[in-house]
């Protein structure tokens, strides 16, 4: 399993998914083809794993109880994982 950094969102999210892995962004860009949201549209089943968005990025990095919230949302979810196949996006806390 090799990823290089410059990977785009299309091999990323197919790595992901063929590893069975939990994909965690910050919100990602829609635009062009290949854009993390496009894939997602595209590509997403009904068994294939959502994507987990932080809502806020600059507040889960500055606000503790912010990023507790983000950390209980996430640990539901994994629990829970198999309600949530073929979400494409769910968005945390």
């Known amino acids: ?18 590893n069975q892995m939990l994909l965690l962004t910050a919100n990602r860009s829609m635009k062009g083809k290949d854009s993390l949201e496009q894939v997602m549209r595209k590509e997403n089943t009904s068994e294939s794993l959502p994507v987990i968005t932080v809502s806020n990025a600059d507040r889960l990095l500055n606000d503790s109880e912010y990023r507790g919230r983000c950390v209980e949302s996430l640990i539901e979810i994994v629990l829970d994982i198999d309600a949530y196949l073929g979400a494409r996006r769910i968005f945390i806390p």
């Not at 999210?13 to 063929?18: H, K, S, T």
């Open 1 to 18: 399993m090799n990823l290089l950094i410059d990977s785009d969102d299309r091999i990323v999210w197919r790595l992901a998914q063929e």
